[in-house]
T-cell receptor, first 113, second 113 residues
Framework: DQQVKQNSPSLSVQEGRISILNCDYT??????FLWYKKYPAEGPTFLIS?????DKNEDGRFTVFLNKSAKHLSLHIVPSQPGDSAVYFC????????????FGAGTRLTVKP | NAGVTQTPKFRVLKTGQSMTLLCAQD?????MYWYRQDPGMGLRLIHY???????AKGEVPDGYNVSRLKKQNFLLGLESAAPSQTSVYFC????????????FGEGSWLTVV
C-alpha cells in the first residue's frame, strides 16, 4: 500500500530549462512533505520541505508546491543544472503514526548540458 | 563531520546466514531508523527507535531485529538471511518529533545468494 507515489520513474530536461517533479499521496493526515535528493552510492540528502498549512515554499532555484485538495505536490527546479541530475524522493510525514516518514519510489532526473 | 555512519558498506551472505548492520550517529539525535531501498519501491521503513532502549516496527519489519542499547548506535540484525533481503539498507537519524529532517547514512549494499 504505497501512500506516496511518484508515477514518473525518470525525467530528462535541458540545462537552463525548468524541471518539474510530481508526487501524489493518499493519506490526508500527512502534515509535512519533504523532497530528498540522492546521488549514486550516497545516502539521500534533504532538499526542501513544506508544511500542510502552506501551498508554496521556495529556496533558491527550488520551489515546492502543495495542492491539498488534489493530494499532490510538485518540485520545480529553475533553472536546471547538470549537477541537479540525481534521484529525487518525495516523502510525507504521518503525525498519527509516530511521525513515520513515507517515501515515494523516486524520480531519476537527468539534466543535459 | 561524520553524521551517520554505517558498517559494513558491502556484504555478500549465503541464505540462512546471520549478520548485523551497525549504525552510529554523532549528532545526539533521539530518533534512529533503518530503511531498505528496492527498485521501484522507494525507501521503506524496517524498524525505528524513538530513544535509547526503545524500538518499534516500521512498514516491513519481518525477518529483521533491532537494538538500541546506546543512544548513538542502532543495530539491524538478520537472523536467517533470505534472497528477498537483498537490498540497499539506509540508516538515518533525526532530532525528534519536532524535526522535519532525517539525516541518512551512505547505505549498506547487502546481497543474499
Amino acid at each position: 500500500d504505497q501512500q506516496v507515489k511518484q508515477n514518473s520513474p525518470s525525467l530528462s530536461v535541458q540545462e537552463g530549462r525548468i524541471s518539474i517533479l510530481n508526487c501524489d499521496y493518499t493519506n490526508s493526515m500527512f502534515d509535512y512533505f519533504l523532497w530528498y535528493k540522492k546521488y549514486p552510492a550516497e545516502g539521500p540528502t534533504f532538499l526542501i520541505s513544506i508544511s500542510s498549512i502552506k501551498d508554496k515554499n521556495e529556496d533558491g532555484r527550488f520551489t515546492v508546491f502543495l495542492n491539498k485538495s488534489a493530494k499532490h505536490l510538485s518540485l520545480h527546479i529553475v533553472p536546471s543544472q547538470p549537477g541537479d541530475s540525481a534521484v529525487y524522493f518525495c516523502a510525507a510525514r504521518d503525525p498519527w503514526n509516530n511521525n513515520d516518514m513515507r517515501f515515494g519510489a523516486g524520480t531519476r532526473l537527468t539534466v543535459k548540458p | 563531520n561524520a553524521g551517520v555512519t554505517q558498517t559494513p558498506k558491502f556484504r555478500v551472505l549465503k541464505t540462512g546466514q546471520s549478520m548485523t548492520l551497525l549504525c552510529a550517529q554523532d549528532m545526539n539525535h533521539e530518533y534512529m531508523y533503518w530503511y531498505r531501498q528496492d527498485p521501484g519501491m522507494g525507501l521503506r521503513l524496517i524498524h525505528y527507535s524513538v530513544g535509547e532502549g526503545t524500538t518499534a516496527k516500521g512498514e516491513v519489519p519481518d525477518g529483521y531485529n533491532v537494538s538500541r542499547l546506546k543512544k548513538q548506535n542502532f543495530l539491524l540484525g538478520l537472523e536467517s538471511a533470505a534472497p528477498s533481503q537483498t537490498s540497499v539498507y539506509f540508516c538515518a537519524s533525526s532530532p525528534g518529533t519536532t524535526s522535519d529532517t532525517i539525516y541518512f547514512g551512505e547505505g549498506s549494499w547487502l546481497t543474499v545468494v
